[in-house]
């Protein structure tokens, strides 16, 4: 799927909208920067739950009502749009990869300067 300012591939199918987890590939088109994130419906996580798992591991999740496509632009967009996208997708190139550490490095200097 393409929008202006990013595409994203699904890497596998979703088989239902309401109660399912995908893994996406995200690329920023402005500097073709890879990203990983999973999207999972709150019925899946409650399933999961329901299932006797007392412990989930994910990383680099967001957590959705129903994986439409309209949904999964609206929060890519809003990740993205808001910042915040260096704290909730996972790097998976190096120029996204060099992002995130240039992001570690501002925030690290701005903790060192407040002590």
Do not use: C, W
């Amino acid at each position: 799927m393409e929008n202006n300012n990013y595409s994203y591939t699904l890497l596998h199918e979703i088989e239902d909208i309401f109660n399912d987890e995908i893994d996406i590939i995200i690329d920023l088109q402005e500097d073709n920067s890879k990203y990983h994130v999973t999207f999972v419906t709150y019925k899946r996580v409650q399933e999961l739950m329901n299932d006797e798992n007392k412990l989930i591991y994910y990383s680099n999740i967001i957590l959705i009502e129903s994986l439409t496509e309209e949904n999964i632009n609206y929060s890519i967009k809003n990740a993205i749009d808001n910042g915040i996208y260096l704290s909730v997708f996972y790097p998976i190139n190096n120029i996204s990869i060099n992002k995130l550490n240039r992001k570690f490095d501002i925030e690290q200097e701005a903790i060192d300067n407040v002590g």
